[in-house]
């Protein structure tokens, strides 16, 4: 994932990151590859290994003050840097004034020169965040999400098979609702995935015969929430009776969505099961797992546990 | 049996949106209606947003107005009839008159 320096400056400024730029407006199309930020103190002193061209460039008070104290020769070579590397912007935070020379190297590179008035420390874990959220892996899946005991169900299944109406019954249940239908999903940090509704569709379910309703507006605020981490996976089959399902609950099944493994469950539908309540009881068991408590391997263990005891007396009878 | 690989068939489609309001609600319901007819699985998709063609709140996020184009992916047992039923829709702006 990429941007562009456009959206950046844009998408800041809806989260209240203030960004105003001082030259290089035609170059705006460069583009950030890395969520991580750089404070590039030691190109000033000439030495520019490791500067990353694709990462956000910083110069802080710290900086700027280096540069004014040097002297006119010196200032001169220092800003240098900016004619080897062609870096996709460089931000000054703090509101400072910026050194002449500086902004005239800039636009003459055609570099992208910010300023934000935050200061540094607070600008960069912000910056960060945002980066993180804007460079993450996604991918769009047709299915549904909704917040059950404080578990992230992911309910996918074929059209048609009743994953709206069985989002319906868990709200009505006190569960809550976070995508229906099409579910856009962020890796934002390594190993955790975040489900959220697309924006034109958030709070909106389609039910066969009812049309489109809108959970906030039917069901009040408690009823919904915006984002929320999937951890468990309900997969909604047709019944089919030559196939065979699980009885037991020792076998363990994966849903890999963009390299992360979630414990997947397949239910098969069919009339007259209760659907709601058995989303219930899986995410129950999956909290009960995660707490290190697995039923159905218990029970196993004691029935072979017996198992081995009756063995043993026969064998001295 | 949707595994038998014989009776599998994929085939797709570039097609121009072509009345006025484009994949508006009704268009889109009525795409959804056609496309339930048959068992095979309907991708469309445009830019790079997929969306299922058998959901009609997936159809409308795809935000597909007058003049765009998408792709319709069909996979399954009756792809062939599928996609001819489907573009025909489209191409006879969704039925509407203009």
């Known amino acids: 994932m990429e941007i562009t320096i456009k959206e950046l400056i844009e998408r800041a400024n809806e989260n209240n990151i203030p960004l105003e730029i001082l030259c290089g407006e035609d170059a705006l199309d460069n583009r950030i590859k890395n969520p991580r930020i750089q404070k590039p103190g030691l190109a000033l002193t000439g030495f520019t290994y490791h500067i990353h061209p694709a990462r956000v460039q910083i110069f802080g008070d710290t900086e700027i003050t280096y540069l004014k104290e040097l002297s006119a020769y010196k200032k001169r070579k220092a800003v240098n840097f900016l004619d080897e590397i062609s870096i996709s912007c460089l931000i000054i935070t703090k509101g400072l004034e910026i050194p002449s020379l500086l902004l005239k190297k800039a636009c003459r590179n055609k570099i992208p020169l910010l300023r934000t008035t935050m200061q540094s420390s607070v600008f960069i874990r912000e910056i960060e965040e945002l980066l993180n959220e804007l460079l993450a892996e996604k991918v769009s899946i047709h299915g549904n999400l909704i917040d059950v005991f404080g578990v992230g169900v992911l309910i996918l299944g074929k059209s048609g098979i009743g994953k709206s109406e069985l989002a319906l019954s868990l709200i009505m249940r006190n569960h809550r609702f976070v995508a229906d239908d099409m579910v856009e999903i962020v890796k934002k940090y390594p190993g955790v995935l975040i489900g959220r509704p697309t924006e034109m569709l958030k709070h909106i379910v389609e039910i066969r015969g009812l049309g489109i309703v809108n959970i906030k507006d039917l069901f009040g605020i408690s009823a919904i929430r915006d984002t929320k981490r999937i951890e468990l996976v309900i997969e909604l089959v047709k019944w089919e009776d030559d196939t065979e399902y699980d009885r037991l609950g020792l076998e363990e099944d994966f849903y890999e969505i963009m390299g992360i493994k979630l414990p997947l469950v397949k239910l098969p539908v069919t009339p007259g099961r209760q659907l709601p309540v058995l989303i219930e009881v899986a995410a129950r068991n999956y909290l009960l797992k995660i707490k290190g408590i697995d039923s159905a391997k218990d029970f196993k263990d004691t029935l072979d546990k017996i198992l081995k005891e009756q063995q043993k007396k026969e064998e001295i009878e | ?98």
């Open chain 2, 1 to 98: 049996m949707a595994g038998d690989p014989q009776k599998m068939k994929k085939v797709e489609k570039k097609i121009t949106v072509q009345n006025k309001l484009g994949f508006h609600a009704r268009a889109a319901a009525n795409f959804v209606k056609t496309a339930e007819k048959f068992q095979s699985e309907v991708m469309v998709i445009k830019d790079d947003v997929e969306a299922n063609g058998k959901s009609i709140l997936g159809l409308l996020t795809l935000g597909a107005g007058k003049g765009s184009i998408i792709k319709i992916i069909i996979e399954g047992p009756d792809a062939d009839r599928a996609i001819e039923a489907l573009e025909k829709l489209v191409n006879n702006k969704f039925g509407e008159e203009e």
